[in-house]
C-alpha cells in the first residue's frame, strides 16, 4: 500500500506560480511512476504530468513550458512546479503512484484557484 498526500494548493492571480508537493508514505519501494492529474469544475479528471523511478518525465502537450515536474527521493516527495498560471488551471490536482503490479494509488487532492 502506498500512501499520498498532497499540499500547496492555493488561490493565485493569473501570471503567478505554485508548486505543489505530494509526499509519498508506505510502499514507495514499489513505485513505478508518480504523477500529477487535475480536475476543473464540471470536467473530467485530465492527466498533467509524470515522473518515473528513472527520473524520465512526461507532460501534458498543451502544458509543456509551462509545469515542470521533479522529485526528492530523499523525501519521498514528488514535486509540480506551475508558472505562468491561467485561469483555466483552476482546479483539485491530484497525485497519483503507480507501483510495479499496476495498482493505483490517489492522494485526497489539493485545490489550486487562479483568479483573473
Known amino acids: 500500500q502506498v500512501q499520498l498526500v498532497e499540499s500547496g494548493g492555493d488561490l493565485v492571480q493569473a501570471g503567478g506560480s505554485l508548486r505543489l508537493s505530494c509526499a509519498a508514505s508506505?510502499?514507495?519501494?514499489?513505485?513505478?511512476?508518480m504523477g500529477w492529474y487535475r480536475q476543473a469544475p464540471g470536467k473530467q479528471r485530465e492527466w498533467v504530468a509524470l515522473?518515473?523511478?528513472?527520473?524520465?518525465?512526461n507532460y501534458a502537450d498543451s502544458l509543456k513550458g509551462r509545469f515542470t515536474i521533479s522529485r526528492d527521493n530523499a523525501k519521498n516527495t514528488v514535486y509540480l512546479q506551475m508558472n505562468s498560471l491561467e485561469v483555466e488551471d483552476t482546479g483539485v490536482y491530484y497525485c497519483n503512484a503507480m507501483d510495479r503490479l499496476g495498482s493505483n494509488y490517489w492522494g485526497q487532492g489539493t485545490q489550486v484557484t487562479v483568479s483573473s
Open positions: 515522473i518515473t523511478s528513472a527520473g524520465r518525465r
Open positions: 508506505g510502499s514507495i519501494f514499489s513505485i513505478n511512476y
